[in-house]
């Protein structure tokens, strides 16, 4: 999985910096990476999440 991220992180640069990317939990904490929230277990998702 790490193996994953260590290409993610070199073809970053081969995109403009104004690029963004959707990843997944694997890619957290990867710069200008995107990942989505997932809701709580038998909790509501608080609406700031969700937008």
Same mark, same amino acid.
């Given at each position: 999985? =790490?193996?994953? $991220? #260590?290409?993610? !992180?070199? &073809? &970053?640069? #081969?995109? @403009?910096?104004?690029?963004?990317? &959707?990843?997944?939990? =694997?890619? @957290?904490? $990867? *710069? !200008?990476? #995107?990942?989505?929230?997932?809701?709580?277990r038998k909790k *509501?998702?608080?609406? *700031?999440i969700k937008e």
């Amino acid at each position: 999985m =790490a193996f994953d $991220v #260590n290409i993610l !992180r070199k &073809q &970053q640069d #081969n995109f @403009e910096k104004k690029q963004k990317f &959707q990843g997944d939990k =694997a890619d @957290e904490g $990867v *710069e !200008r990476t #995107n990942t989505p929230k997932k809701k709580p277990r038998k909790k *509501e998702m608080l609406p *700031e999440i969700k937008e």
